[in-house]
T-cell receptor
Framework: RKEVEQDPGPFNVPEGATVAFNCTYS??????FFWYRQDCRKEPKLLMS???SGNEDGRFTAQLNRASQYISLLIRDSKLSDSATYLC????????????FGPGTSLSVIP | DTGVSQNPRHKITKRGQNVTFRCDPI?????LYWYRQTLGQGPEFLTY????????KSRLLSDRFSAERPKGSFSTLEIQRTEQGDSAMYLC????????????FGEGSWLTVV
């Protein structure tokens, strides 16, 4: 089993739609979690951290379920500019930090 | 501008040649990571430094790959005897050293082996 797995995608949604991405991680000792966004041929950039209580930033909501080792990202009212690859990131935090990326889920928002 | 600088940004090399990439982190960041990414895949962990100490190397990092961070500041990633399968984007990332800190990426170094 891979350390971090994501929905395979791609997701093709119309503007204004709500879309949800899922991510699971294998190491129950993992301590911190993030969603990164990556545009084509660019470096990943932080979208938001994920907290146990859940957190929201505008149209984006992230949830963490430690018991199920599951992370989600919800995007409401999708915009064309949301088209990108969304990477789930987990800090495995064994004897030291080890940051692992999921394979990414591609989103295309269609006019 | 993330503050993490990588160079060269693009490198085309013939198979069998050696290449070296450099990463200059954000100045106060003591942790530095190297990742490799191919099209359609997420970044794959290669190696990790805390200050000058290389704490982990992925099995992806064959004996042709070596990374250093001699003074705990900039880092280099060298690939010897390059193969076509080494063609990828090599990403450097740094953070300030506390769990939960944001990781900042450089813009990556694209390698094409012909």
């Amino acid at each position: 089993r891979k350390e971090v797995e994501q929905d395979p995608g791609p997701f093709n949604v119309p503007e204004g739609a709500t879309v949800a991405f899922n991510c699971t991680y294998s190491n129950s000792a993992s301590q911190s979690f993030f969603w990164y966004r990556q545009d084509c041929r660019k470096e990943p950039k932080l979208l938001m951290s994920v907290y146990s209580s859940g957190n929201e930033d505008g149209r984006f909501t992230a949830q963490l379920n430690r018991a199920s080792q599951y992370i989600s990202l919800l995007i409401r009212d999708s915009k064309l500019s949301d088209s990108a690859t969304y990477l789930c990131v987990v800090n495995m935090a064994t004897s030291y930090d080890k940051v692992i990326f999921g394979p990414g889920t591609s989103l295309s928002v269609i006019p | 501008d993330t503050g993490v600088s990588q160079n060269p940004r693009h490198k085309i090399t013939k198979r069998g040649q050696n290449v070296t990439f450099r990463c200059d982190p954000i100045s106060e960041h003591n942790r530095l990571y190297w990742y490799r990414q191919t099209l359609g895949q997420g970044p794959e962990f290669l190696t990790y430094f805390q200050n000058e100490a290389q704490l982990e190397k992925s099995r992806l990092l064959s004996d042709r790959f070596s990374a250093e961070r001699p003074k705990g500041s900039f880092s280099t990633l060298e690939i010897q005897r390059t193969e076509q399968g080494d063609s990828a984007m090599y990403l450097c990332a740094t953070d300030a050293g506390n769990s939960g800190n944001t990781i900042y990426f450089g813009e990556g170094s694209w390698l094409t082996v012909v």
